[in-house]
């Protein structure tokens, strides 16, 4: 009977996720016209990320076409065709770029939500729920563990220059005055940096950057100060937010090129007047933990928490800061859901959750990342108690119940023997 529900709504699902899919992937969102397609895979800067965004976004296609028809090629097909489709009308969206790395992430990622319906079809044997279990508790622990050791700062390879208050599209330009850049006492002029080799060891080490300058508050985020290569690639950036302080370096993440995460520094310039000259003071050296300060105030701490692992797929960058804790809350209590919910048992449920919370406790303690706050242990439980609740409901069941195997009768059954058609 859960089957055939779910069957029920897979037809209308697959209608509106395609429209959503539309909706993401047609609206323009720039004035420059695309002129030819980009044959380079995984090229671009933020290249596999955004493969992983493109594959997430076609994996609940592929599960409610599948669901719907039956066929694993069907299903293949069609979003190929859909992603085709919309490649070829992002010619003529401005701010849209058709990429032949967009197709292949499209169409993987409907083969592997009609691969995933199908799999789902049936109660596994229980070989196969511990399988399943054991993967995915695995992945909950690289998305817990990967941000300890991939945001990690490095400098890209090349000669270095200092950029004072850089125009960049899409940015607001800064409208206050650069009066002088220094990292560790070595200055930073508009130019071409005497001793790139000295600056890379320096910013490799965090030591402090010292920038002077004239504080007027932009309204969005506006590029103050940053440290580019000759390939264009940015070691550092250094942006005002209003009140805050948002500081990007270049990350081990960026050589995977994977999305790169922006601390924040919030309340960095409360109490100042728009006008004032002031010295702003950035350094890791240490501890690693980024610290900002103003001449004369107190250091503000800055960096990710172990939950801000979703911004290797999906940088958090510009987002406002309550967005960016919304985001950690909800992909820690995604993380624990999916887990209990693989759970074979209630037992195995709560070892497996109790060895991410230790997870999230410990690994501070050994990399750059901040303490996790006590607020994403709740989102925890919070996940923990969901992915049990569903786990209970008849229609997730797909793991088979948890004291082993049973003899299945034609009703269990999800997939018809003579059609093969998911029933």
């Known amino acids: 009977m859960a089957g ?8 209308p699902g697959a209608v509106l ?16 016209v695309p002129v030819g397609i980009s ?3 995984l090229c671009a800067d933020r290249a596999s990320a955004d493969f992983i965004r493109n594959a997430m976004l076609y994996l609940p296609l592929g599960i409610a076409v599948r669901r719907s028809t039956g066929s694993l090629g069907l299903t293949i097909t069609l979003g190929v065709l859909l992603s085709l489709g919309i490649e070829v009308t992002q010619f003529w969206i401005p701010g849209r770029f058709p990429a032949l790395s967009d197709l292949l992430a499209n169409g993987f990622g409907t083969a592997a939500g009609g691969f995933l319906a199908g799999a789902l079809a ?5 070989l196969q729920r511990n399988v399943a279990f054991l993967g995915i508790g695995a992945l909950g622990l690289l998305a817990f563990t990967a941000p300890g050791f991939l945001f990690v700062p490095t400098v890209p390879d090349g000669e270095l220059f200092g950029n004072w208050t850089p125009r960049i599209r899409g940015a607001e330009a800064y409208a206050g005055s650069l009066l002088s850049a220094e990292l560790d006492g070595v200055p930073l002029p508009a130019r071409r940096a005497e001793d790139s080799a000295r600056v890379r060891a320096l910013l490799e080490a965090g030591r402090p950057l010292a920038l002077q300058f004239e504080y ?11 440290i580019p290569t000759a390939r264009r690639l940015e070691a550092l950036r250094v942006s005002v937010d209003g009140e805050d302080l948002l500081v990007a370096e270049y990350l081990v993440a960026d050589r995977l090129r994977l999305d790169r995460p922006t601390v924040r520094f919030s309340g960095a310039f409360t ?7 002031i010295k702003l003071v950035v350094d890791r050296s240490g501890s690693g933990t980024p610290r900002a300060s103003v001449e004369g105030g107190e250091p503000v701490v800055g960096g990710f928490p172990a939950a801000r692992g979703w911004g290797l797929i999906l940088s958090p960058g510009r987002l406002p800061r309550s967005v960016e804790a919304a985001g950690d809350l909800l992909w820690v209590a995604f993380i624990l859901l999916a887990v209990s919910w693989a759970a074979p ?5 709560l070892a497996a959750s109790g060895g991410l919370l230790a997870t999230l406790a410990l690994l501070p303690l050994f990399t750059p990342l901040l303490a996790t706050p006590a607020a994403h242990y709740l989102a925890a439980g919070v996940g923990l108690a969901s992915g049990r609740g569903l786990r209970a409901l008849p229609a997730t069941r797909w793991w088979g119940d948890a004291t082993g195997p049973r003899e299945a009768t034609s009703r269990d ?3 018809d023997r003579r059609s093969g058609r998911l029933v």
């Open 413 to 415: 059954h999800m997939v």
């Open 39 to 41: 044959l380079c895979l």
């Open 122 to 126: 049936s109660p596994p044997e229980a």
């Open 17 to 32: 996720w395609t429209a959503l899919i539309l909706l993401l992937c047609l609206v323009p969102t720039g004035q420059t």
């Open 4 to 11: 055939r529900a779910a069957s029920r709504w897979a037809g």
């Open 216 to 226: 007027l508050p932009p309204h969005s985020p506006a590029p103050l100060f940053r």
């Open 271 to 277: 109490g100042l007047l728009s006008g004032d000259t």
């Open 345 to 349: 048992s209630p037992w195995r449920a």
